[in-house]
């Protein structure tokens, strides 16, 4: 078993930055990807940032030249750093992790972590 948590959450004006941490413990060796999603209320859970199995990053067109995601192996960490935040990246932030076989498959989610951004 895979267990993700996320911290780094808060509360930030416009402009702000952040920067999430997601942490993750158990069967790491089995994980193929891992990345950043969000979900505001009201709205589907929407991928932020991604690294693909082929270990580049992939980003959602809302969030280029403001976020990077990033990671840390020695650490077992994924990090996102948000800057030139909006009131409209205000959301609850998830941390996701993948294990792809060739028969099955496994997807992971953190807690969740509250981004907010005050105009």
């Known amino acids: 078993q895979v267990q993700l948590v996320e911290s780094g959450g808060g509360l930030v004006q416009a402009g702000g930055s952040l920067r999430l941490s997601c942490a993750a413990s158990?069967?790491?060796?089995?994980?193929?990807?891992m990345g950043w999603y969000r979900q505001a209320p009201g709205k589907q859970r929407e991928l932020v940032a991604a690294?693909?199995?082929?270990?580049?990053?992939n980003y959602a067109d809302s969030v280029k030249g403001r976020f990077t995601i990033s990671r840390d192996n020695a650490k077992n960490t994924v990090y996102l750093q948000m800057n030139s935040l909006k009131p409209e990246d205000t959301a609850v932030y998830y941390c996701?992790?993948?294990?792809?076989?060739?028969?099955?498959?496994?997807?992971?989610w953190g807690q969740g972590t509250q981004v907010t951004v005050s105009s």
């Open positions: 996701n992790a993948a294990s792809v076989g060739p028969f099955t498959g496994y997807v992971y």
């Open positions: 158990g069967s790491i060796v089995s994980i193929n990807t």
């Open positions: 690294f693909t199995r082929g270990g580049s990053p």
